[in-house]
Each structure stands twice: as structure tokens, then as C-alpha cells.
């Protein structure tokens, strides 16, 4: 069609026709391809769940003392953006038999629109993400002999990380979490108040895991085609 609009032609009104027809087909898809995809509906999941593992370091009175952890959780996804995620974790002490664990509630905000959506180029499959909560300690012993000590060991969990959805329901995540303590300096089975880790004069935990979730009660939404 441009090219007969580019040739000469001594019929000017069939020219001008022309002209104004390429312009209508030009101007509806412009409008119109945006609502298309705006009004297209994709797959998503409300929660995910999995497994995690790694390492977790103490800096306390004592000095430093390094644990293998394992652990689960749980999110719930508000958006493609903020989730809020629970877990529970395991510290094991490879010299001893000293065991003990914590849980936490986090909220998460993804630096960009996380997920899949073929019809949004904004939603990213890789996205960086930090995290803030609150949580208890506690060990097994204390649970059954004197729990109330266990749940006034309370902390602040500071957490960054990565997340890499591979696939439409998994994805892979690795997470550095700090724990602040904010009423117990025992961690460590050493309560001297003498030693400063940090401001509030308490132990510090620090937690470096990776792992895998699967994606679950699946419904269907709106594409976010406008969002950014």
C-alpha cells in the first residue's frame, strides 16, 4: 500500500482515499494493540513454598561461632512486587549437639515486577529483593523446660537477596539474613554484658541460604501491561 502511495498518479482522489485509509489502519493499531494486551489474561500463583540450606555465623560474647541450617517457608505473593513470607529455620552446631531454631515473618519487596507475563516485558524472571520482619529463638530444650525464656529471645531480621523464576511453577532464590536481638545476649551461652557486637550490645546472627520453591493454588489475572 505505501508503495502505490509513492507512485504518481493523475487520479488524486484515489490517492487522497488511500491515504486516509493507511492512516485509520495506522492510528486503530496503535490504540488499539495496548488495550489488547492490557485486557489479556495470564497465570499466576498466589503462594509458593520450599526448602532452604546453608550457612549461619554467631558474633556474640564468645566470638565467632559457625552452624549448618536447614529450613522452610511459605509466601504469599500480594503482587508481582510484595509478598510477606514465613520460615522456619534449624541451626546445628557440627561440634556438639547443640541444636536450636527460629521463625520469622517477613515482608519482601522485589526491585522489579517479578515473575513470568509474556504479555508485560516489564516482568522480570531475575530480580533482586529486600526483606524486614520480626522473630523468636529458642531451643528445644527451653520449649519443653522453660519456654517463656525462648520467646523473650526476640530479633529484627534484615534480609537481601535474589530470586530466579527457571520455570513457570520454580524458582531458586539465594538470601543473606541478618538477625538483630533485640532483650537476650545468649546466643552464644554467654550472657556477659561486657562485650559490644554491636549499639544494643547483643548477639548477632547472620544466615546465608539457598533455596528452591515450587509455586501453588494457581488463578488466573489480569496482565499488568500498564504497570511499571
Known amino acids: 500500500m505505501l508503495n502505490v502511495l509513492l507512485l504518481p498518479s493523475s487520479n488524486g482522489k484515489t490517492n487522497y482515499l488511500l491515504k486516509n485509509i493507511n492512516l485509520r489502519y495506522v492510528v486503530t493499531l496503535v490504540v488499539a494493540l495496548p488495550l489488547w494486551l492490557s485486557a489479556q489474561e495470564v497465570i499466576t500463583f498466589?503462594?509458593?513454598g520450599g526448602v532452604q540450606g546453608g550457612y549461619s555465623y554467631i558474633i556474640g560474647d564468645s566470638g565467632f561461632d559457625s552452624y549448618v541450617v536447614a529450613g522452610i517457608h511459605v509466601r504469599y505473593k500480594f503482587d508481582q512486587r510484595w509478598s510477606l513470607r514465613a520460615q522456619v529455620?534449624?541451626?546445628?552446631?557440627?561440634e556438639s549437639s547443640s541444636k536450636w531454631g527460629n521463625i520469622d515473618i517477613s515482608a519482601e519487596y522485589n526491585f522489579f515486577q517479578y515473575g513470568i507475563d509474556a504479555y508485560n516485558l516489564w516482568v522480570k524472571e531475575v530480580s533482586p529483593f529486600i526483606a524486614l520482619g520480626v522473630g523468636i529463638t529458642s531451643t528445644l530444650?527451653?520449649?519443653?523446660?522453660?519456654p517463656i525464656s525462648g520467646l523473650k529471645r526476640v530479633y529484627v531480621p534484615i534480609g537481601i537477596g535474589?530470586?530466579?523464576k527457571f520455570a513457570d511453577r520454580w524458582q531458586l532464590q539465594a538470601t543473606w539474613q541478618h538477625q538483630v536481638y533485640l532483650m537476650k545476649d545468649?546466643?552464644?551461652n554467654n550472657g556477659w554484658e561486657g562485650a559490644i557486637t554491636n549499639i544494643m550490645n547483643n548477639d548477632m546472627l547472620s544466615t546465608f541460604?539457598?533455596?528452591v520453591s515450587i509455586d501453588f493454588f494457581r488463578y488466573r489475572r489480569?496482565?499488568?501491561?500498564?504497570?511499571?
Do not use: A, R
Open 46 to 48: 498466589m503462594f509458593d
Open 89 to 94: 529455620q534449624q541451626h546445628v552446631y557440627p
Open 141 to 146: 530444650n527451653e520449649l519443653k523446660t522453660n
Open 162 to 164: 535474589v530470586k530466579w
Open 186 to 188: 545468649d546466643l552464644d
Open 209 to 211: 541460604t539457598v533455596g
Open 222 to 228: 489480569k496482565s499488568t501491561y500498564y504497570s511499571q
